[in-house]
């Protein structure tokens, strides 16, 4: 390691120089990723940790449904992972993973089931209020855990803020985020009418993209 010399009597006039005097040990563990090491390589390490993290991280009622990493996280990021790698390999025919890509996709399954089996959660479902209860999802002050795994949460009691608000509304913050009409119109609405704007609103842009012609 390079560290500072052996000291030198204040008389010198002189600081002692820098130089690699010192070594370095570690009890713990670490992961090291060569140059060009091959997706494969790389790909089986991830799935290593992420099933290190679905068998380990504990799942004890303290550690659940307050913004910190557990057992029903790591599964569900576990089956995202999972499934983008296995989908990738089963389309991405010009790598030749293509053999390997159910294997990664019976990960993801058996992430998901454990997930649904043996989790809190569930998706929220009342038929009192099927008309709001998707957008409350999203806009309520407080997170519904009985369908959101994972939060990053905001609040007083936790003393803990955000400036999403402020870079939002304020008229001096600059150029204000928004979505556009486009990608407004392809939600998805009750009425057919506005179902039927999403739907050419994507046709155009994929042929305007692509320039294909697109026929329903």
Request: hydrophobic share 40%.
């Amino acid at each position: 390691m390079f560290t500072p010399g052996k000291e030198i009597p204040a008389v010198a006039g002189y600081t002692a120089p820098r130089g690699n005097y010192a070594s370095m040990q570690t009890d713990g563990w670490e992961l090291g990723v060569g140059w060009r090491d091959s997706r494969e390589f790389v790909m089986d390490k991830i799935l290593e940790d992420l099933n290190f993290a679905t068998t380990y991280c504990l799942s004890d009622k303290a550690y659940v449904n307050n913004s910190q990493i557990n057992r029903w996280v790591a599964l569900a990021f576990k089956a995202r992972v999972c499934l983008y790698e296995g989908t990738y390999r089963k389309y991405h025919t010009e790598f030749g993973l293509g053999a390997s890509s159910d294997k990664w996709l019976r990960e993801s399954v058996s992430a998901c089931e454990t997930l649904m089996n043996e989790s809190p959660y569930s998706l929220v479902h009342s038929s009192a209020n099927l008309k709001t209860q998707w957008r409350k999802l999203f806009t309520s002050g407080d997170i519904d855990y009985q369908e959101i795994i994972f939060a990053n949460e905001f609040s007083e009691e936790l003393l803990r803020f955000h400036s999403a608000t402020w870079k939002f509304t304020s008229g001096s913050y600059g150029s204000r985020w928004s979505l556009s009409k486009a990608f407004v119109n392809t939600y998805l609405m009750l009425t057919v009418l506005v179902s039927q704007i999403a739907v050419t609103t994507i046709r155009r842009s994929l042929q305007k993209r692509f320039r294909i012609e697109i026929t329903v």
